[in-house]
């Protein structure tokens, strides 16, 4: 069965970081190019982040520079690595396949930046 387990988040001042982890199941963590998305209070759901099975990346606009995804095949592990953080990026953030092939999500792990 497909499982998407999010952690790492927290509340962090205007300038911090944060390393999200992101464990995946096997089946969809072997196949698929996995991503990072992420809902702001009041907002739609965006992706952040995307890396594929060989580690190809991309990145939203407004994260470039600052952020750093990465995976860890042996481990089906999925992390985004977030610096300068700005008060914008405070939202609940998600793992998944992308782009998004099963309305599946996990409990995401909500991450605070405090201006």
């Known amino acids: 069965q497909v499982q998407l387990v999010e952690s790492g988040g927290g509340l962090v001042q205007t300038g911090g970081s944060l390393r999200l982890s992101c464990a995946a199941s096997?089946?969809?963590?072997?196949?698929?190019?996995m991503g990072w998305y992420r809902r702001a209070p009041g907002k739609e759901r965006e992706w952040v982040a995307y890396?594929?099975?060989?580690?190809?990346?991309n990145y939203r606009d407004s994260v470039k520079g600052r952020f750093t995804i990465s995976r860890d095949n042996a481990k089906n592990m999925v992390y985004l690595q977030m610096n300068s953080l700005k008060p914008e990026d405070t939202g609940v953030y998600y793992c998944?396949?992308?782009?998004?092939?099963?309305?599946?999500w996990g409990q995401g792990t909500q991450v605070t930046v405090s201006s």
């Open positions: 998944n396949a992308f782009p998004i092939l099963r309305d599946y």
């Open positions: 096997g089946r969809i963590f072997s196949i698929n190019t």
């Open positions: 890396i594929t099975r060989g580690g190809s990346t």
